[in-house]
């Protein structure tokens, strides 16, 4: 922060996973008190107030939680494979699998979750960068890397005081 504006946010490692999220949609869904997510457990108590009262209200296509759509979700878990486990899938000489480890059965189940209780729209195969239905208001939060805060300021400057982003939250919220 440099004179009241920002010009650059801290990478946290590449990709630079972090969390969009509307703010007007957060209070409106979650209450003017909510906060963002620091742990994958209160990412889905959060996703589970914000879905019930989208349902309420009879809501449809807009969702608590988006990801990249398509193959581009991929990238879209290195960050959260490296905080889970210390590393990706495979070891780093590529001869040996880690996804049977206790961290990647915990990740798959936080996918399992997202998806199997309507958090998150399915994908179409088409790649879309999240942060659009964060701006557009199809999601009230989404996973994006750190170019998305550029997206916002060029291709949605009338959301740029709207759309907050904080570092991806982790099992343990560290």
């Known amino acids: 922060n440099y004179g009241g504006k920002y010009y650059a946010y801290p990478i946290l490692m590449e990709p630079s996973t972090i969390l969009a999220y509307r703010k007007d949609l957060l209070a409106k869904y979650a209450g003017a008190d909510a906060k963002t997510p620091e742990t994958w457990d209160e990412l889905l108590s959060l996703c589970s107030t914000i879905r019930s009262a989208l349902r309420s209200e009879g809501t449809k296509n807009a969702y608590p939680f988006s990801v990249p759509t398509g193959v581009a979700c991929a ?4 960050g959260m494979q490296q905080a889970a486990t210390g590393g990706l899938a495979v070891t780093d000489d590529w001869t040996t699998s880690r996804i049977t480890e206790h961290g990647y059965t915990q990740l798959a189940g936080l996918w399992r979750d ?7 729209p399915l994908s179409s195969g088409d790649y879309t960068e ?3 239905d ?3 208001g199809k999601s009230v939060m989404a996973t994006c890397g750190s170019w998305s805060i550029s997206t916002i300021l060029n291709q949605y400057p009338d959301q740029k005081d709207n759309i907050g982003f904080v570092p991806m939250p982790t ?3 560290d």
Do not use: E, H, I
């Open 134 to 136: 964060v701006a557009d």
């Open 130 to 132: 999240a942060v659009f």
């Open 171 to 173: 099992f343990s919220g």
């Open 75 to 78: 990238w879209g878990t290195w």
């Open 114 to 120: 997202l998806y199997g209780n309507g958090y998150v």
